[in-house]
T-cell receptor, first 112, second 113 residues
Framework: NAGVTQTPKFRILKIGQSMTLQCTQD?????MYWYRQDPGMGLKLIYY???????DKGEVPNGYNVSRSTTEDFPLRLELAAPSQTSVYFC???????????FGPGTRLTVL | DQQVKQNSPSLSVQEGRISILNCDYT??????FLWYKKYPAEGPTFLIS?????DKNEDGRFTVFLNKSAKHLSLHIVPSQPGDSAVYFC????????????FGAGTRLTVKP
């Protein structure tokens, strides 16, 4: 039981490049979340999903896109990367909207 | 606009002593509060929570205190152990709803042997 896995662990992007951060969970959780954590700040919700095919914006969605075609996977897409997107990105899953969140180990992204 | 604040970026205590981590919030709609613990290269893991109907919740060595009038909560670890060395995040939400949760910036606790 791997829990929540994220790839890659680290990535350096050039301004304007695009990439997809992968997130997979094997707990059959309906709810999945993407957060970013900037230095000296708390985690902020980017997007979340309540099940396959259903996604919604969080607090800081601009510059990102998501999709949820399966229960297990919730990829986060960055289009036209900007230095402001330099951050650590965490994916999480939960059984329900009020249940404990389980977090992945994070992806450290640097945009230069 | 940081609705959840942890004003101490770091805290160092001796093994066996008490660790007290503090958290303040501004949003009166928050009525469910959590603490997460994070080790390097790992994601945060849930530690303990408290609802606003209580002012204290205990789980082994960990106790969370809530002072609603002051909009303040604290996490007490007694006795502190070297394995407790980690970053601790405070979080708050209305009714415990995950997609409305707000997180503090974290406090790095170091427990010295």
């Amino acid at each position: 039981n791997a829990g929540v896995t994220q790839t890659p662990k680290f990535r350096i992007l050039k301004i304007g490049q695009s990439m997809t951060l992968q997130c997979t969970q094997d707990m059959n959780h309906n709810y999945m979340y993407w957060y970013r954590q900037d230095p000296g700040m708390g985690l902020k919700l980017i997007y979340y999903s309540v099940g396959a095919g259903i996604t919604d914006k969080g607090e800081v969605p601009n510059g990102y896109n998501v999709s949820r075609s399966t229960t297990e996977d919730f990829p986060l897409r960055l289009e036209l990367a900007a230095p402001s997107q330099t951050s650590v990105y965490f994916c999480a899953s939960a059984r329900g909207s009020y249940n404990e969140q389980f977090f992945g180990p994070g992806t450290r992204l640097t945009v230069l | 606009d940081q609705q959840v604040k942890q004003n101490s970026p770091s805290l160092s205590v001796q093994e066996g002593r008490i660790s007290i981590l503090n958290c303040d919030y501004t949003n009166s709609m928050f009525d469910y509060f959590l603490w997460y613990k994070k080790y390097p290269a790992e994601g945060p893991t849930f530690l303990i929570s408290i609802s606003s109907i209580k002012d204290k919740n205990e789980d082994g060595r960990f106790t969370v205190f809530l002072n609603k009038s002051a909009k303040h909560l604290s996490l007490h670890i007694v006795p502190s152990q070297p394995g407790d060395s980690a970053v601790y995040f405070c979080a708050a939400s209305p009714k415990g709803l995950n997609n409305d949760m707000r997180f503090g910036a974290g406090t790095r606790l170091t427990v010295k042997p």
